[in-house]
């Protein structure tokens, strides 16, 4: 079973920066689609950034211009920078394999890493 560890997170004030990271036991990366997803309280968890298996990449029009999904298959690692944050980036930010569609996601979802954006 595959195990996915995301660190990073943190506190940080409007307009700051962050990179999250998304480590993931045996070397998959380089075989599937992986995708940063985002859950405020009281609301659903969102895709927020997408990079497929061959390097495309797709942003949710909220951060799109802002944040950048990036891998490192020797690494078994993906990372979203995260730049110009605004107190709406708050959330557990998760990153999951995802196939066919964005919310069909393949494995169980890790613990999160909170980031938190102060106004």
């Known amino acids: 079973q595959v195990q996915l560890v995301e660190s990073g997170g943190g506190l940080v004030q409007t307009g700051g920066s962050l990179r999250l990271s998304c480590a993931a036991s045996g070397s998959l990366f380089s075989r599937v689609a992986m995708g940063w997803y985002r859950q405020a309280p009281g609301k659903q968890r969102e895709l927020v950034a997408a990079?497929?298996?061959?390097?495309?990449?797709g942003y949710a029009d909220s951060v799109e211009g802002r944040f950048t999904i990036s891998g490192d298959n020797a690494k078994n690692t993906v990372y979203l920078q995260m730049n110009s944050l605004k107190p709406e980036d708050t959330a557990v930010y998760y990153c999951?394999?995802?196939?066919?569609?964005?919310?069909?996601?393949?494995?169980?979802w890790g613990q999160g890493t909170q980031v938190t954006v102060s106004s």
């Open positions: 999951n394999a995802w196939s066919g569609n964005y919310y069909t996601t393949l494995f169980d």
């Open positions: 990079r497929t298996s061959g390097g495309s990449t």
